[in-house]
């Protein structure tokens, strides 16, 4: 079920799951920058096709995805969040019926290949943007990465928790730690944000230095450091919201501290949460 930030909606449509590629095949060096979109939008407009089936004011959904196809060439910035503001900021210039929309998207991610001019699926990590406005302007920029799955064979302890009746998990000093991390962020000025915010890329890095070098007592503490650095780092980010799933592998068989053969975890599995602010963290 869609959200929106401005608050329930008494309707809302949309056209969902629009894959649009971008290549740029002599300038920027070659380019490939894909994404799926999601586009909904709502207004009193659009109340007598639920209560009558009157379509008088009603933009077609199949309208809604040969627009976001078809300008997306005409999208001259980067980033996910800028695309979706450009999409958004046009269909509410075309479509005076529309009080509000949100528009959402997911990269689908090309990496270049050694030689410069073939690109390859990456991940699995993907970035997401959305961005909702209505006619009085910007109401939310929120952007992220999800589908992190990062593993370390060693620098990673969990022990001295409650011991009880129910505890079966030993103490590990070193553990083979395999996680995986959602994380999304929010601006201090999403207006000012948009123009020349924070790129996935740099959040990306930091991910993946804070997961090899943090030597860490638990998988809070790992995505605690990720908050704080972030936050730190990144001065236009307000906010910023990360989970993380503990997916260790299962132990098959081990020779000493050396070699060891694992398999995926089974279910069920944990699940870490945490939300860090500008303010909560410059003072903690």
Request: hydrophobic fraction near 40%.
């Amino acid at each position: 079920m869609h959200t929106f930030c401005s608050g329930s909606k008494r309707n809302y449509y949309g056209k969902a799951d629009v894959v649009v590629y971008l290549l740029h095949r002599y300038s920027r060096g070659g380019s490939v920058f894909g994404a799926n979109v999601t586009m909904l939008v709502y207004g009193d407009a659009f109340w007598p096709t639920y209560t009558h089936g009157d379509n008088t004011g009603l933009i077609a959904t199949d309208s809604m995805k040969n627009f976001i196809q078809r300008e997306t060439i005409n999208f001259e910035g980067d980033g996910l969040d800028r695309l979706c503001r450009f999409l958004a900021e046009k269909f509410l210039a075309i479509y005076p019926q529309v009080e509000g929309l949100q528009v959402s998207a997911e990269e689908i991610p090309y990496g270049r290949l050694e030689r410069g001019i073939g690109f390859a699926p990456a991940g699995p990590d993907r970035a997401f943007a959305r961005v909702e406005l209505n006619r009085t302007g910007i109401v939310e920029v929120s952007c992220g990465l999800r589908g992190f799955r990062l593993m370390r064979v060693s620098g990673s302890a969990f022990k001295g928790f409650v011991r009880d009746a129910y505890t079966t998990l030993p103490d590990l000093d070193d553990r083979p730690l395999h996680m995986w991390l959602d994380l999304q962020w929010q601006y201090s000025h999403p207006d000012g944000a948009i123009g020349g915010g924070v790129d996935a890329p740099a959040v990306r890095g930091i991910v993946h230095d804070v997961f090899e070098t943090f030597r860490s007592g638990s998988i809070q503490q790992v995505i605690y450091e990720l908050g704080t650095r972030i936050i730190r780092e990144l001065p236009s980010i307000a906010v910023v919201d990360l989970e993380a799933n503990n997916r260790t592998w299962d132990l098959v068989e081990e020779r000493g501290d050396q070699c060891a053969v694992f398999t995926d975890a089974r279910p069920p599995y944990g699940c870490l949460g945490l939300r860090l602010t500008r303010s909560a963290s410059a003072s903690g």
